[in-house]
T-cell receptor, first 117, second 111 residues
């Protein structure tokens, strides 16, 4: 099946700094990608939809100025956590739909664990 | 609104035991329903799906039936293996491929 990668797999940063997480579709093109956040022992929560060539759309309650999303190409979306704080520590997961044809299968990256100290 | 509720884990079974992981949902309309599996260190993978009422999704010996009357999509397998140990997520498509997930259920299968 299709592969989605994320980089880095884990990152530790100091409070107040920014950190960028990359999501790549390795063998298919994705005009849309999704970013999820997962808290320990909780479900994945959709944060935003990343759209190639246009602005991302954010879910209610997600601060767009804190979580900057850039869909630079058909295979790359980045999530930048700006001015990170300890409460931003979480597991961030991206996904990309399988492509045209109306199918609703998605491919998920392995996730990035962010720890803010 | 849309939500998914699944049984808390961990579920601990011996090899060859029967597995049921319960999942119920609330939704507007009749969304597609999914089971995803996450093996250690890997991303979520689609296990099976059903797109309309009474559909049965199946894969790798796992099955789930879309029950509109009980708003359920329970995951079953007749005989689990150690290699089935993973976290299982029930999810629905609320539209435009945006997924709503349950909290996940960890399955531990011992030899």
């Amino acid at each position: 099946g299709a592969v989605v990668s994320q980089h880095p797999s884990w990152v530790i940063c100091k409070s107040g700094t920014s950190v960028k997480i990359e999501c790549r579709s390795l063998d298919f093109q994705a005009t849309t990608m999704f970013w999820y956040r997962q808290f320990p022992k909780q479900s994945l929560m959709l944060m935003a939809t990343s759209n190639e060539g246009s602005k991302a759309t954010y879910e209610q309650g997600v601060e767009k100025d804190k979580f900057l999303i850039n869909h630079a190409s058909l295979t790359l979306s980045t999530l930048t956590v700006t001015s990170a704080h300890p409460e931003d520590s979480s597991f961030y997961i991206c996904s990309a739909p399988s492509g045209g044809g109306g199918g609703d299968e998605q491919y998920f990256g392995p996730g990035t664990r962010l720890t803010v100290t | 609104g849309n939500s998914v509720t699944q049984m808390e884990g961990p579920v601990t079974l011996s090899e060859e035991a029967f597995l049921t992981i319960n999942c119920t949902y609330t939704a507007t309309g009749y969304p597609s329903l999914f089971w995803y599996v996450q093996y250690p260190g890997e991303g979520l993978q689609l296990l099976l799906k059903a797109t309309k009422a009474d559909d049965k999704g199946s894969n790798k010996g796992f099955e789930a039936t879309y029950r509109k009357e009980t708003t359920s999509f329970h995951l079953e397998k007749g005989s689990v293996q150690v290699s089935d140990s993973a976290v299982y997520f029930c999810a629905l498509n609320r539209g435009f491929q945006k997924l709503v997930f349950g909290t996940g259920t960890r399955l531990l299968v011992s030899p």
